[in-house]
């Protein structure tokens, strides 16, 4: 036996994922699987736990929001912040709590991946980017601008991240809800990151 995957089925995730999410999803979460090993492997990443944490990062996105502020809960939200949160804010959360109990799934940096494949945050590692990023550019996404991101992402990982966090913050302005702080810190972080300036 050798590396995450081994201690893992993959066959157990995928029926997993068959039952819990819409058929939509499901080729969804085939496709980050997919195109988050294809950055892993060009970008120098564990491609097995690019796999994984591909495959799981919305295993969690169909859960009714009791289920999710349960689950939430469980991976070490509060439990004032889990209620306030929308269910959208939960499911990378309730995910980690998911891939523990029922995946013994213990790997904190695919963990740290999953919980965070929505906002982003500061600083985060190789695995964490390679998921935020596949999440946006997997191939049937479609919006404005997806085909340049998908060329700009296997040529500069840093500035491709930049330009998700600004369409993610686009969309949340036009829709007029709140933006996480975790997308502001993340973006400013790879700005500063490019200076050369990450320290202060
Ligand atoms: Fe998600
Ligand atoms: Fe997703």
Known sequence: MHGVKAMVHEQDILIF?????????YRHSVNVCRTAESLALHYGCDPEKAVLAGLLHDCAR?????ELVQFAVKAGLGAAEAAAEPKELLHGPAAVYL?????NLNDGDILAAIRYHTTGRENMSLLEKIIFLAD??????DFPGVAKLR??????????LIAACDTTI?????????????????RNYLIREGAGNTQS
């Open 17 to 25: 994922l068959e039952e819990n999410l819409s058929k939509k999803r």
């Open 62 to 66: 169909e859960l009714t929001k009791p």
């Open 99 to 103: 891939c523990r109990s029922l995946f």
């Open 136 to 141: 946006f550019i997997e191939p049937e996404r």
């Open 151 to 160: 060329r700009l992402a296997f040529r500069d990982l840093r500035r491709a």
């Open 170 to 186: 686009r969309y949340i302005l036009l829709k007029g809800m709140p933006i996480h702080t975790d997308t502001v810190l993340a």
